[in-house]
């Protein structure tokens, strides 16, 4: 069975610090994992996406995570915070078939 | 391309009330989703479909809910008769062939059953 684990609800930075989100899954096979951005009164949107094919994988707006095998990790990480990033964000992975798992997401707050 | 559209986008109604919620999908996209999110469940698959046909309906809740796709520009989400629990933001999201982790949402029905 596939499965994400968001390790923290709420993240707070100042604007212009890293940002780290923290998302460990579990699954029988090699996953394929995405991220996605939920800002306020909106649809989810996708950041990036994890297929295998590199374990460093970039995104939109300077968002980048990394596949760790070892430690079932694809932490979503971006080097200085803008206001503009405060959303929701949430780890999917899928393992077979269509169906995607989401993970309770995770709040990101950035302060000035 | 305008996304995935749907409508309305906000619903106030009534115990009882029959409640259809709409959904465009980005033309050339053949699989369709439906997901219902709320504070205490989280994001949730309620039914999807491919090429016009329900593949798993197993995530909705009860006989009350129904979902059709007549074409493949189309699909509604009934509830009848509603109920405050199915207070919720519905949304719809669509994706390519073989692309179905790359997911493009509409941006939701915000649904308030009094």
């Known amino acids: 069975a596939q499965s994400v684990t968001q390790l923290d609800s709420h993240v707070s930075v100042s604007e212009g610090t890293p940002v780290l989100l923290r998302c460990n899954y579990s699954?029988?096979?090699?996953?394929?994992l995405f991220w996605y951005v939920q800002h306020p009164n909106k649809g989810l949107q996708l950041l990036l996406k994890y297929t295998s094919a590199a374990t460093l994988v970039k995104g939109i707006n300077g968002f980048e995570a990394e596949f760790k095998k070892s430690e079932t990790s694809f932490h979503l990480t971006k080097p200085s915070a803008h206001m503009s990033d405060a959303a929701e964000y949430f780890c999917?992975?899928?393992?077979?078939?269509?169906?995607?798992?989401f993970g309770t997401g995770t709040q990101l707050k950035v302060e000035l | 391309d305008a996304g995935v559209i749907q409508s309305p986008r906000h619903e106030v109604t009534e115990m009882g009330q029959e409640v259809t919620l709409r959904c465009k999908p980005i033309?050339?996209?053949?699989?369709l989703f439906w997901y219902r999110q709320t504070m205490m469940r989280g994001l949730e698959l309620l039914i999807y479909?491919?090429?016009?046909?329900?593949?798993?309906d197993s995530g909705m809740p009860e006989d009350r809910f129904s979902a059709k796709m007549p074409n493949a520009s189309f699909s509604t989400l009934k509830i009848q008769p509603s109920e405050p629990r199915d207070s919720a933001v519905y949304f719809c999201a669509s994706s390519l062939p073989g692309m179905t982790g790359e997911l493009f949402f509409g941006e939701g029905s915000r649904l308030t059953v009094l």
């Open positions: 699954s029988s096979y090699s996953p394929s």
């Open positions: 999917v992975g899928r393992g077979g078939g269509n169906k995607l798992t």
């Open positions: 033309s050339g996209h053949d699989y």
């Open positions: 479909f491919n090429n016009n046909v329900p593949i798993d």
